[in-house]
């Protein structure tokens, strides 16, 4: 499989993950979260990239929740603030950022990333033929 194939089933199963897991938790969910989760899964492996693999997968997992919940407050002013789409509001959540990202969340994409860098290793490995790291807790 040559690598634009590739990364786009990744991109898509990126999405179509992150649709799944909002579906389960709020009942729905909207295209703009397929566009988020297709480019935070990308976005995994250009973290490990830049990383090495020397790194922990919970340093990994700090910057990955970090950077989901940067494309969140993203694709959130665009489809929310300029777009007035109203796809989600975390106003009501303590330690929001205008309503566009917050704390509880945050937490949750960096439990998340942990399994999801996991997944984006074995994609790679199956799709690619990419060497599947080590990983180191710490």
């Known amino acids: 499989m040559n690598p634009i194939q590739a990364y786009i089933i990744m991109f898509l199963t990126g999405g179509f993950l992150y649709c799944g897991i909002e579906i389960l938790y709020r009942g729905y969910s909207h295209i703009s979260m397929l566009i988020a989760g ?3 899964f990308l976005l995994v492996g250009v973290i490990q990239n830049i990383l090495g693999e020397s790194s922990s997968i919970i340093g990994q997992m700090v910057i990955c929740g970090i950077m989901i919940t940067s494309v969140e407050l993203i694709i959130g002013i665009i489809v929310n603030r300029h777009m007035h ?3 989600w509001d975390y106003s009501g959540e303590q330690y929001n950022f205008k309503g566009q990202i917050c704390l509880l969340y945050s937490n949750m994409w960096f439990l998340l990333s942990g399994p999801m860098i996991i ?3 074995y994609m790679k490995y199956h799709l690619l033929g990419i060497q599947i790291p080590h990983y ?3």
Do not use: P
Request: glycine letters at 8%; hydrophobic letters at 50%; one cysteine or more.
């Open 38 to 40: 297709g480019i935070c």
């Open 119 to 121: 997944v984006h290793d």
């Open 136 to 138: 180191k807790i710490f």
């Open 85 to 87: 789409l109203n796809v």
